[in-house]
Structure formats: C-alpha cells, structure tokens
C-alpha cells in the first residue's frame, strides 16, 4: 500500500503592507540607529551611582517637587495613596540612561477603545518592562454611571491619564526598591519640614484659608486631622498638602474627601424623646400677666 508523501505546512506569513512610503521608511531607519546610539552611549556613559543619589537628594528637597510626589483618592470606602507619575520621571531622570514612554498603537472609534503601550528601559542592565493595555473611551461617575466619549480631546486626555498610570509602574519595575524608598523618604519629610521659613502658625493658617476657598471648613479639617487646628503637627500639614494636590488634579472630590455629617435615625429618635427645652420668650410671656399692672395691656 502506498502512503501519501508527507506534507510539510508553513506558517502563512502575516499580512504586510504592499507599499512603504519614503517618510515611513526614513522614520524606521532613524528609530532603529536612535537605539542603537543610546545603547552605545549608555555603555560608554555609564551613570554614577553617587551622583544621581545627590541629584535625587537635591530635587526632592524641593518642596514643590514634594508636593507633586503623592497622590490620594477614595475607593470603595477607604484612602488610596501612593506616588505619582511625576515623582516616576525624576527618579528615572535622575538615575540616568533610562527611557521610557508610552504609545498608541491602535485607535478603534466605532468600538470606543484604544490599545496602548507603557514601556521602561534600562539601557545599560538592558532590563525592560512593558505592558500593553486597552483603554476604553468612557468616563465613570458614581452619578451618572458610565459615559462615552465623543470628543477627540477627551478621548485623549482619558488615554494619557491611564497611560501615565501604567507608565509609572514600569518605570518603578526598573529601578532598584531601595532608590525609590529614600526619594519617598526625603520626599515626605520635606512636606514634613514645609516651604522656606514659615513658622507652623502661619502654615495652619494659610492651610485653612485655602481650603476655606474651597468650601471647606475648620470643623471638616480638624475632623479629617483628628485634632484641632492649634494641635495640628507638620507631618498634618503635609497630608492636607497632599489632599489640596489630589483636589486639584481631579483624583479626589470635596464630599468624598470630606463628607458632611448626617444625622443618623437614632439620633433624631433621641432628639424626639428628649423634653423640648423651656423658651425664655415663652416662660416671660407666661409669668408677665401676673406681675403685669392693672390697666396695662399686652402692648405695654
């Protein structure tokens, strides 16, 4: 019996685009000797550990630079903290021969998604980290729920602010944990110490007059802080600059952050029970016409 000869079955190749314009092919060739000339200068540069410990000493004693580290907003009912894509960026920028970024890499309107890509890497370890991610075109709000985004602007601020999130855990994958625990270390006690000279009095004032701008009053602060105003410690003033940044980039809302009191069930059952409180107007309108003269009205 005679067998069939085998068959061997390549893989059919994907799909490539029949032509390639000059300016496509020029950008091709420029990014892979841009690589290529980093990777070579990484090796010839190679960063110096102690200087970029000073650098990064240096720029997180800046207190607007410590402001802009940490983040704060609310999810299901508890604080959500941590460091943000700005304080990502010094420490890549001060650690030297790192580079990173993030891409688009398709955009689908009808479907109201785009795929995207957050990238680090360490060129002279050549450890890199990547992940690829698919970011919806909607907005969610607690009130109205879910809502698509229209507006090219909108669609892409919302890829940039998820993109930025990734970003920072990838950047955060290449660096050594030691080196970003003592920029978080020295940037907290930077808030810790506050800007210039400014004596911890004028610094809780100037705290409740912003936040006062906002809507916020002394008694939701000390309520947040645990403690009155007067008692208010630097590392208290660091938190509120924390939250003040949080309100201002949008993470955060006054009512999650600083919720009104509501008066709860049992206390107004309580307040219901509870013998109404004599009126002074009304007890003196009760004893007067006995002290009253004869002949004088209600009018006198």
């Keep these: 019996m005679n067998y069939p000869a085998e068959q061997s079955y390549a893989p059919v190749p994907a799909p490539a685009p029949t032509f390639i314009g000059q300016g496509t092919a020029v950008e ?27 650098k990064m000493r240096t720029a997180f004693s800046q207190h607007s630079l410590a402001v802009r580290s940490f983040f704060r907003f609310s999810r299901g009912g508890s604080n959500v903290s941590g460091e943000t894509i700005q304080f990502a960026k010094e420490l890549a920028r001060c650690w030297g021969n790192i580079h990173h ?34 970011v919806p075109h909607a907005r969610w709000t607690k009130s109205n729920g879910s809502s698509r985004l229209e507006d090219p602007r909108d669609v892409y601020e919302n890829n940039s602010n998820n993109g930025a999130r990734r970003l920072r855990e990838m950047i955060f994958t290449v660096l050594p944990d030691w080196y970003r625990e003592q920029a ?17 009095s004028q610094r809780i004032a100037d705290a409740v007059a912003h936040f006062e701008s906002m809507g916020v009053t002394v008694d939701q602060l000390e309520e947040n802080r645990g403690r009155a105003s007067d008692k208010w410690t630097n590392l208290d003033l660091g938190q509120l600059q924390i939250i003040a940044e ?8 006054v ?12 206390e107004i059952q309580q307040q219901a029970s509870a013998p109404a409180p004599a009126d002074a107007s009304t007890a003196q309108k009760a004893e007067w016409p006995k002290t009253a003269k004869p002949g004088q009205g209600a009018a006198s």
């Design 255 to 266: 009512d999650e952050e600083f919720p009104q009191q509501r008066v709860t069930v049992s």
């Design 246 to 253: 949080s309100l201002r980039r949008g993470e955060v809302t």
């Design 184 to 200: 978080k270390a020295i940037a907290t006690n930077t808030l810790e110490n506050g800007a210039g000279d400014k004596p911890r």
């Design 28 to 54: 091709q060739s420029r990014a892979v000797a841009e690589v290529q000339a980093a990777v070579i200068v990484a090796r010839q540069f190679p960063r110096n550990e102690p200087l970029a410990l000073q």
């Design 101 to 134: 970024g993030v891409h688009e890499l398709r955009r689908d309107d009808e479907a109201g998604e785009s795929e995207m890509q957050a990238w680090a890497w360490d060129l002279e370890t050549n450890e890199r980290a990547s992940t690829t991610f698919i």
